[in-house]
């Protein structure tokens, strides 16, 4: 074992089950270990080095505002992240956005405003918000009781109160749970990442959104991992014609640096009054430069790029034995496979592939503008893994 993963062993808290590998360095979707290894990405950072390792452009943006203000409180203005703000708002429809640092965060955020919204304009009874079984909302004591795995809870209790889960697909569970709770918000993932890469159908969705509609209940999608380009739109909920009223994002939006972005509607837009939420670090210049570079070369020519890559991910898994099923949308994809995910990632790991698990999937997350030479290798070699 080297030095650097023996004081990691040492020092780090032991949350993490590391690969024995240490990364020094890397390009675009190439990285290199400390023998001088080159890997292919295919997780970018589970999601979040969007245009892939030290990308150009985002790099310039990055450090050209690192050597101007890296950091101002929030009692001041700022450009990067008042322009950010304007362009989420300007590509999306939503109306105001609040900055926080991460997706468990930006949930934190949605929940806020939800309950808020839902207290003024319908008294503070109206707290519950419903989400879904098998979800995945974040770390934090609230966005763990949003998470709907019960083995996220256990040595965690008391959670907070106030979220009730629903099975997916099951409109009827949801009808009933609107009239038994009083209820702000339904919190949902258009694809359950963590949960096995698993879209939502389209018609559960539309459901979901006619329930809220009609008993104004807020329909919150959590854009956490499906944001920002991976699905092939600019936001997951696009695929599905919904209008959320908030939308809550993080991973891929920063390309590489923290940053959460919670997107309110219409109806919810002035919800937040001084004082009412926060964040010393949200909004940060240096990250919001890093988030413009990437958001505003997400057009329709590169979503469009983004579809075609996904598709010729299916067309190469389609009848390849070993593969079980082949779910996700974009570049967010599921691999069932018929040997355990894990030891399939392990023996791609060895081949110079990096890939992701989602439970029982292997999950493959790319950087968005991956050459399609470099994914045609990397399949090459999860093909014969699996
Ligand atoms: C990763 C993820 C989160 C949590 O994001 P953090 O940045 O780790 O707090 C929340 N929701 C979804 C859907 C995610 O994939």
Redesign the pocket.
């Known amino acids: 074992m080297s030095q650097i993963q023996a004081l990691d062993q040492t020092y780090i808290a032991r949350t993490y089950g590391r690969f024995p590998v240490e990364l020094v360095s890397g390009k675009g979707s190439i990285v290199k270990d400390t023998e001088g290894k080159t890997y292919i990405d295919m997780g970018s950072g589970?999601?979040v080095t969007a245009f892939g390792i030290a990308d150009d452009a985002w790099q310039k943006a990055v450090t050209d505002q690192l050597g101007t203000l890296q950091h101002m409180s929030n009692l001041y203005y700022t450009e990067p992240c008042a322009r950010l703000a304007e362009l989420l708002c300007k590509k999306t429809g939503m109306k105001k956005v609040f900055f926080s640092n991460?997706?468990?965060?930006?949930?934190e955020c949605a929940i806020k405003a939800a309950r808020k919204y839902a207290a003024e304009a319908k008294g503070p009874e109206y707290s519950t918000i419903i989400t879904l079984k098998n979800?995945?909302?974040?770390?934090?004591l609230t966005?763990l009781a949003a998470t709907g795995q019960e083995h996220y809870h256990e040595l965690f209790q008391p959670l907070t109160p106030g979220f009730v889960h629903t099975e997916a697909e099951n409109i009827q569970e949801l009808q009933d749970l609107v009239k038994t709770h009083k209820v702000a918000g339904i919190l949902v993932?258009c694809i359950?990442?963590?949960g096995g890469v698993i879209p939502l159908s389209e018609a559960y969705l539309t459901a979901v959104q006619k329930v809220c509609q009609e008993q104004d209940i807020l329909l919150m999608i959590?854009?956490?991992?499906?944001g920002n380009g991976r699905t092939g739109q600019l936001y997951a909920y696009m695929n599905y014609g919904l209008k959320p009223d908030i939308v809550?994002t993080?991973?891929g939006l920063g390309g590489g640096l923290?940053l959460?972005a919670t997107l309110l509607g219409e109806k919810v837009q002035d919800v937040f009054q001084p004082g009412d939420h926060g964040s010393t670090f949200g909004g940060n210049p240096v990250c919001c430069a890093g988030a413009l570079s990437i958001l505003s070369r997400l057009d329709d020519e590169f979503l469009a790029s983004v579809k075609a890559k996904s598709e010729y991910i299916f067309d190469s898994l389609k009848d390849v034995p070993g593969v079980k099923s082949v779910t996700g949308l974009g570049l967010m994809i599921g691999i069932e496979t018929e040997k355990p995910a894990g030891e399939v990632v392990r023996a791609c790991l060895e081949k110079g592939v990096l890939c992701l698990t989602a439970k029982n999937k292997v999950r493959l997350l790319p950087a968005l503008n991956i050459p399609m030479d470099v994914l045609a290798q990397a399949l090459a070699v999860i093909k014969e893994t699996v």
């Not at 991460?102 to 949930?107: H, K, L, V």
């Not at 979800?135 to 934090?140: A, I, L, P, V």
Request: hydrophobic share 15%; proline share 3%.
């Open positions: 589970i999601g991460s997706g468990a965060e930006s949930n979800s995945f909302h974040g770390r934090t966005t993932e359950q990442g963590e959590d854009e956490v991992q499906t809550s993080a991973k923290p959460g």
